[in-house]
Nanobody, 124 residues
């Protein structure tokens, strides 16, 4: 059966770094584009980053460009979100999601599978 597991969240000081991981089993990982989303209390879920099937194209929200990097290892069925220079406004629950799409998409309805989320808190 399908399993989608996120890890790597935690508490970090402003300017620090975290690396989030999203690992899946029970499906062919390389058939999916992968998106990272986040949601803070009282706010709508927003797209953070996405990566296409082959891993040669990525998109980022303006708020994280230059600080976050998404990558994928299809051999390990794992996607990563490297977050550097973290700011308090990055505090949120972060989700990975899978879309049966060749390229990146920001449409929530395109994503078939979602992880449970991992909490990222940036505070001094």
């Amino acid at each position: 059966q399908l399993q989608l597991v996120e890890s790597g969240g935690g508490l970090v000081q402003p300017g620090g770094s975290l690396r989030l991981s999203c690992a899946a089993s029970g499906l062919t990982w390389r058939f999916y584009a992968i998106g990272w989303f986040r949601q803070a209390p009282g706010k709508e879920r927003e797209g953070v980053s996405c990566i296409n099937r082959s891993g040669d194209n990525t998109n980022y929200a303006d708020s994280v460009k230059g600080r976050f990097t998404v990558s994928r290892d299809n051999a390990k069925n794992t996607v990563y979100l490297q977050m550097n220079s973290l700011k308090p406004e990055d505090t949120a629950v972060y989700y990975c999601a899978l879309a049966p799409s060749n390229g990146c998409t920001w449409r929530l309805q395109d994503y078939n599978y979602w992880g449970q989320g991992t909490q990222v808190t940036v505070s001094s």
